[in-house]
């Protein structure tokens, strides 16, 4: 089931950020709902014919995008790690503030755990 919902989380994901960058570039865009639609089962269509017709160079392909997704990703980290505020031991264990609008303490967490994990580990553990 994870696998399955991950493709559909890729597929879904290179949707919205060609949108989001389309709204970068054009103030004026809107999101319509039936775009994103196009927009992911194109992503799907290429996939299909990356898969079907490039069987021959996918495995070179993979180690290259392998390779690529370590460099960016701790071209990511790297520069938030060492830019980021600092805070005092005292400050990250005793001092919390729930300013999203969530009725309960319990429930701003959980909303906003699902994020990181997310985006960090995988859709199968959220």
């Known amino acids: 089931m994870a696998w399955q919902a991950g493709n559909a989380q890729g597929v879904f994901l290179v949707g919205t950020i060609i949108q989001i960058i389309i709204s970068l570039h054009n103030v004026n865009y809107t999101f319509p709902q039936w775009q994103t639609t196009l927009l992911v089962i194109a992503a799907v269509c290429i996939s299909y014919v990356g898969n079907v017709f490039g069987h021959k160079i996918l495995h070179l392909w993979q180690n290259v995008v392998f390779t690529l997704h370590i460099l960016v990703y701790l071209a990511f980290i ?7 505020p600092r805070a005092s031991s005292k400050q990250v264990w005793t001092e919390f503030s729930f300013s999203g609008g969530w009725p309960t303490a319990g429930l701003a ?3 906003g755990q699902q994020t990181g994990i997310f985006s960090q580990i995988g859709v199968d553990t959220v």
């Open 109 to 111: 967490v959980l909303v």
């Open 78 to 84: 790297i520069p938030i790690w060492v830019n980021a």
